[in-house]
């Protein structure tokens, strides 16, 4: 894959109290929390099919033999009833679909850049302006007469009989949240034309000459501070148990746990904060 500085430039933050700092600031975004920094902004169905001449027909495919199934697992009330809600249930239960699964909160998306990360491969998390991106998509689709007012991106998700025909990057959730959703406080990034990349999509909103930097941005992570950032994302109750609730997500809680920063950094931090008790 080509590294992320295809999209945007990086900013190194090299500890973990530098990266609270700046995202603490942060206002009106969606997050994504990637465990390399060498992966671009892709779906999932981009990923299984990089040929994008492929993915419409293959889309349609997924989405038809989800369908066939789908009432054996859940109940009627929980079955989707419009196109969008088919690609959020699809993407909740592991299809490949277009959706890019983002966060309004960025230590959402720092445990998921950091849960897996290796010590000795920087993670990112990714940095969406929410709002333009949701006033870029309502000029696209407006433009374009495929959608109207008062809400374009809203019409165009639940109304239009075909999502291929603009590109652009639409944030959206789907019209009844799951638990692991609430969560995660999740929304979706959904790209309008599932034969291109998400970040052509993404690059297609710009107005001339607008440098993309302002609303995309991407923080880099050493993944030496993995474990630092696990304990204190644990202590901010951001752990596998409270992120999918059910006795799976506790389970697997459990093996994060068995992770820690090393006891000199441990130290070294106990020191600057005057506390240099090592027993707990």
Not at 51 to 63: T, V, W
Not at 68 to 94: C, E
Not at 184 to 200: H, I, K, R, T, Y
Request: proline content about 6%; hydrophobic content about 40%.
């Amino acid at each position: 894959m080509a590294p992320s500085t295809a999209l945007v430039e990086p900013e190194p933050l090299t500890s973990w109290a530098s990266l609270k700092n700046r995202l603490r600031d942060e206002r009106d975004w969606m997050f994504r929390g990637q465990r390399r920094l060498s992966w671009r902004l892709e779906s999932s169905l981009e990923r299984a099919l990089p040929n994008g001449a492929e993915r419409p027909k293959a889309e349609q495919s997924l989405r038809f033999r989800f369908g066939q199934v789908v009432a054996n697992y859940l109940p009627a009330g929980q079955i989707p009833q419009h196109r969008f809600d088919w690609l959020a249930t699809m993407q909740h239960h592991g299809t490949p679909t277009r959706l890019l699964d983002f966060t309004r909160s960025p230590y959402v998306a720092a445990y998921f850049a950091i849960e897996d990360a290796s010590a000795d491969e920087p993670c990112a998390i990714w940095a969406i302006s929410e709002s333009w991106c949701r006033a870029q998509a309502d000029r696209v689709l407006l433009a374009a007469n495929l959608s109207g007012e008062p809400y374009p991106t809203y019409s165009w998700l639940y109304r239009a009989k075909e999502l291929n025909k603009a590109s652009l990057v639409a944030p959206a959730g789907p019209m009844q949240l799951s638990t692991r959703q609430i969560a995660q406080q999740a929304l979706f990034a959904v790209p309008g034309d599932v034969s291109l990349p998400f970040e052509e999509n993404l690059r297609a909103m710009l107005e001339p000459k607008e440098d993309i930097g302002q609303h995309v941005k991407c923080y880099q992570i050493d993944g030496s501070t993995r474990g630092e950032v696990l304990r204190d994302l644990r202590l901010m109750n951001i752990s596998r148990a409270s992120l999918y609730p059910g006795l799976d997500g506790f389970a697997q809680s459990l093996r994060y746990e068995l992770v820690d920063e090393d006891v000199g950094r441990w130290a070294v931090r106990a020191a600057v904060r005057g506390n240099s008790d090592l027993s707990f």
